[in-house]
């Protein structure tokens, strides 16, 4: 069964650093296209940042460009988002979704917010 675990939101003042986890079970996050999205209060869900089985390549919104840093531990089989230099407008939800083949697989979320 296809199951993703996100963990590490929480409330941080702007500035600050916070460290998302996406534990994956059913399939290997190594040989799949993992992403994490997040929706903001009255938006759009966002794609944030992403990291693909070939080659590990990476992605990321311009918004997080040189903040965020996505990235993968295959031996725990886990997806991470570094958030540094974090802004009030970085305050959301955040989803982690998975596409081990075709069909797209998310966690429950975690609410991220910003604020001082």
């Known amino acids: 069964q296809v199951q993703l675990v996100e963990s590490g939101g929480g409330l941080v003042q702007p500035g600050g650093s916070l460290r998302l986890s996406c534990a994956a079970s059913?399939?290997?996050?190594?040989?799949?296209?993992m992403s994490w999205y997040r929706r903001a209060p009255g938006k759009e869900r966002e794609l944030v940042a992403s990291?693909?089985?070939?080659?590990?390549?990476?992605n990321y919104a311009d918004s997080v460009k040189g903040r965020f840093t996505i990235s993968r531990d295959a031996a725990k089989n886990t997806v991470y988002l570094q958030m540094n230099s974090l802004k009030p407008e970085d305050t959301a939800v955040y989803y982690c979704?998975?596409?081990?083949?075709?069909?797209?697989?998310w966690g429950q979320g975690t609410q991220v917010t910003v604020s001082s």
């Open positions: 059913g399939f290997t996050v190594s040989r799949a296209a």
């Open positions: 990291i693909f089985s070939t080659g590990g390549t990476t």
């Open positions: 979704k998975g596409r081990p083949a075709v069909v797209d697989y």
